[in-house]
């Protein structure tokens, strides 16, 4: 359960001040070491906490975007059994078997339960309105063929594979910041940025590139950090918890 912590706490959020606010930001991480994740502000440090800032929308103005450039592929399934982040049939069928069988891994008893994606299986997800969202998965449960991803999913989602990383992605993102700075915020005054670490594994080193490519975009003081999830919406989309996302947000004072 401590995987889907995202969409509760975007649930609580929205109960008290309404869907229309915009929410931005990430799980802190620490550096691939899953032992214990730490928030901290001036006075305190935390272990179970939750550091907010919040902006007051009549003074300050705010543009961001969930952006992954990650490709889907082939034909849509449908999730047809799920609870929570694990998912035990797609298209009726097992869910592990159809996603090796869509790798075109045929693995024996002992080589699939040991086997680990490695942040190389990834799901999208469709949403009603607005871009998908990304569910990476992370374990195959080979007692019940189940898998089991890192954010919530339900019954009746549909999704679809897709493609591995490529380095269009990273030029793909910072044009998108530089649609958004030419179209919405053009005299932005300050960046934050909510990178998912599983990109880091995926791009190594090039990873700054992409972070770079959108600071270059705005040109204003920034900061942010890798996280182990990311909280913000697609175009058009309602807020969200993502995987392997990168998020952005652009602000400037309305005086």
Not at 75 to 103: G, R, W
Not at 141 to 149: A, E, F, I, L, Y
Not at 152 to 176: C, H, M, Q, W, Y
Request: glycine letters at 10%.
């Amino acid at each position: 359960m401590e995987r889907i912590v995202g969409e509760p706490i975007i649930k609580a959020i929205e109960a008290v001040t309404g869907t229309e606010t915009e929410i931005w930001g990430g799980r802190a991480g620490d550096d691939f070491l899953f032992e214990e994740t730490l928030v901290f502000s001036n006075h305190q440090v935390l272990k179970t906490g939750i550091i907010f800032l919040v902006l007051d929308s009549d003074n300050i103005q705010i543009r961001g975007l969930a952006a992954s450039g990650q490709k889907p592929v082939g034909t849509e399934k449908t999730i047809t059994k799920a609870s929570d982040n694990c998912i035990y049939e797609i298209d009726h069928q097992p869910a592990a078997e159809m996603v090796l069988k869509f790798l075109g891994l045929h693995l024996t008893q002992e080589e699939a339960e040991v086997f680990y994606p490695n942040h190389n299986v990834i799901f999208s997800v469709a949403r009603g309105k607005g871009e998908p969202v990304l569910r990476s998965v992370g374990l195959f449960n080979w007692t019940n063929k189940s898998v089991s991803v890192l954010a919530a999913v339900k019954e009746g989602d549909k999704i679809r594979l897709t493609l591995p990383p490529d380095f269009e992605i990273i030029e793909e993102v910072s044009n998108n910041a530089a649609k958004a700075k030419a179209e919405e915020i053009p005299d932005a005054e300050a960046l934050l940025m909510f990178s998912c670490i599983g990109r880091l594994a995926q791009f190594g080193p090039l990873v700054g590139d992409e972070i770079e490519g959108v600071r270059k975009v705005f040109d204003v003081p920034m900061a942010g950090f890798f996280t182990y999830g990311e909280f913000g919406r697609t175009r058009g989309g309602d807020n969200e918890f993502h995987n392997n996302t990168c998020c952005w947000v652009a602000m400037r004072s309305k005086r």
